[in-house]
Antibody
Framework: QVQLVQSGAEVKRPGASVKVSCKAS????????IHWVRQAPGQRLEWMGW????????KYSRNFQDRVTITRDTSATTAYMELSSLISEDTAVYYC???????????????WGQGTLVTVSS | QSVLPQPPSTSGTPGQRVTVSCSGA????????VNWYQQLPGTAPKLLIY???QRPSGVPDRFSGSKSGTSASLAISGLQSEDEADYYC???????????FGGGTKLTVL
């Protein structure tokens, strides 16, 4: 079955960087994009950006443009999200999700990874 | 990134019908299809409704979605205790060139 399995929880100091992985299985990795979404404690979902699994092209939310880097390793069928210059407000659960694309106006996330808790604390 | 307004909470008793609204703009809901995600407590979001009104296999037909103009709605009929969760609408925004989520609605089954 299609599955996204993320790396484990992280604790980071302010100013550090964190890199979260998302291992895909059960489908052809290069045929789909992977998106990243985060959720601060008790807060809504917030879209961060995405990577094309085939050509590696990326697009980032303006809110994270300067601090986020999304990459992928096709041989490992794994996508990565690195967030730099961490602050306490970056404490959140980070999710990866596969995009099902039917057209520019019809696309959705399925499935989602289980989430990775990143805690930023001094 | 902008947020699509949703009521922060709603509630109902078992067997009742509840609706959750999601408001948008011409650049998002007015142009693109809306999806809904269910997030049970302590778990990752799960696809509930895609392309405005389509249910993935395994989702009961008690859940239905609709869209009109720049607004969308999720309806849950025959409410059950296991429906207690947060519900998020989501849609691609052509102006922002990214995905926007609703603020989320917490459903309580009384």
């Amino acid at each position: 079955q299609v599955q996204l399995v993320q790396s484990g929880a992280e604790v980071k100091r302010p100013g550090a960087s964190v890199k979260v992985s998302c291992k895909a299985s059960g489908y052809t990795f290069t045929n789909y994009a992977i998106h990243w979404v985060r959720q601060a404690p008790g807060q809504r979902l917030e879209w961060m950006g995405w990577i094309n699994g085939g050509n590696g092209n990326t697009k980032y939310s303006r809110n994270f443009q300067d601090r986020v880097t999304i990459t992928r390793d096709t041989s490992a069928t794994t996508a990565y999200m690195e967030l730099s210059s961490l602050i306490s407000e970056d404490t959140a659960v980070y999710y990866c999700a596969r995009l099902i694309w039917r057209s520019s106006s019809h696309n959705w996330f399925d499935p989602w990874g289980q989430g990775t808790l990143v805690t930023v604390s001094s | 990134q902008s947020v699509l307004p949703q009521p922060p909470s709603t509630s109902g008793t078992p067997g009742q019908r509840v609706t959750v609204s999601c408001s948008g703009a011409s650049s998002n809901i007015g142009t693109n299809a809306v999806n809904w995600y269910q997030q049970l407590p302590g778990t990752a979001p799960k696809l509930l409704i895609y392309t405005n009104d389509q249910r993935p296999s395994g989702v009961p037909d008690r859940f239905s979605g609709s869209k009109s103009g720049t607004s969308a709605s999720l309806a849950i009929s025959g409410l059950q205790s296991e429906d207690e969760a947060d519900y998020y609408c989501a849609v691609w925004d052509d102006s922002l060139n990214g995905v926007v989520f609703g603020g989320g609605t917490k459903l309580t089954v009384l």
